[in-house]
């Protein structure tokens, strides 16, 4: 089994910054990728940040400049650094894993989802 654990989320004033967590772990051969995504009332899950299986990193139009993600790889551990949180920016932030997991029979590709994270930006 994997799981992704995220933490970090809350409630901040517009221009305020917060910092997420994400940490895969379980049976895991490789991690290929991991990132974040969001998810406000009303609207479509969205890519936020994410580092590809060529370790590239992607941001959507909305973030740039404003939000960073990391990671730790021995960790399995990506980070999201947000700054100058704006109330657009309030949704619940899911962290998810694409990985290469062992069930002591076989490798599969596996792709896990976190329970999710509030954050919450006020004017």
């Known amino acids: 089994q994997v799981q992704v654990v995220e933490s970090g989320g809350g409630l901040v004033q517009a221009g305020g910054s917060l910092r997420l967590s994400c940490t895969a772990s379980g049976s895991i051969v490789r991690v290929n990728a991991m990132g974040w995504y969001r998810q406000a009332p009303g609207k479509q899950r969205e890519l936020v940040a994410g580092?590809?299986?060529?370790?590239?990193?992607d941001y959507a139009d909305p973030v740039k400049g404003r939000f960073t993600i990391s990671r730790d790889n021995a960790k399995n551990t990506v980070y999201l650094q947000m700054n100058n949180l704006k109330p657009e920016d309030t949704a619940v932030y899911y962290c998810n894993a694409a990985v290469v997991s062992d069930n002591g029979k076989a490798y599969r590709n596996l792709e896990v989802w976190g329970q999710g994270t509030l954050v919450n930006v006020s004017p």
């Open positions: 580092f590809t299986s060529g370790g590239s990193t």
